[in-house]
């Protein structure tokens, strides 16, 4: 079996003080590793024993018992969502990024109010996305574990809503997290490099790899 927690991009206290070494500690080595360790274990004796995780999150969702995607599609985001931000990240977007915000939200700060809006009002847990969709971005959201993986649609970055990501800093200011990871934590260099590898098909998506 070769799945494994993997490693942050960056220290436990890279993304202070917008996420805490407290928060990314307890989201990481705890809920991230959790589902890693459900995922193995419903994985083990089965066909998908020695999987990628994108194919086991592929291969289980269409399964009656949701369990094994919940765990594998979790770890999946979790994940995706760690080179999602980077240290002295944030701010406006660039590159190819940049000109596609620009095409389909009419500019960085529409983007910014959408992504904001549609985080703070996605009603419980879940995720918010940044999502190539046709030749243009959408921002969508997720409940629960679902995730775009399973769509038509290419992710490009996304940002955790769960309580777990952000209360231990922001209790009950989820627009306040969102807005700070939008300032200070994203990471564009990994939008784009998504994008670029889109663009030239679907098997090359970096996040995918």
């Known amino acids: 079996m070769t799945l494994t927690l993997p490693p942050l991009p960056y220290g436990l206290d890279a993304l ?8 990314l500690s307890l989201h990481h080595g705890r809920h991230h590793a959790a589902y890693v360790e459900k995922t193995r274990q419903l994985v083990r004796g089965t066909p998908l024993e020695n999987a990628g995780l994108e194919k086991i999150v592929q291969s289980s969702v269409t399964r009656p018992d949701r369990r094994l995607f919940n765990a594998a599609a979790q770890a999946w985001n979790h994940d995706f969502y760690w080179h999602s931000m980077r240290a002295k990240g944030g701010g406006e977007a660039n590159g190819a990024a ?27 847990s879940g995720w ?9 971005l959408r921002i969508t959201t ?27 800093d922001y209790q009950n200011r989820r627009v306040d997290y969102i807005a700070a990871y939008l300032t200070h934590l994203v990471n564009w260099d990994f939008a784009n490099a998504n994008l670029d590898a889109a663009l030239r098909g679907p098997s090359a998506v970096a996040a995918r790899k």
């Open 98 to 124: 940049a000109s596609l915000i620009q095409k389909s939200f009419g500019g960085h700060q529409t983007f910014c109010q959408e992504f904001i809006k549609s985080g703070s009002e996605q009603f419980g």
């Open 142 to 168: 997720t409940g629960n574990a679902d995730t775009p993986l399973v769509s038509s649609q290419i992710p490009l970055l996304t940002i955790d809503v769960w309580e777990h990501a952000y209360y231990p």
């Open 128 to 136: 918010a996305w940044l999502v190539l969709d046709g030749d243009g």
């Open 16 to 23: 202070e003080p917008h996420i805490s070494r407290l928060t």
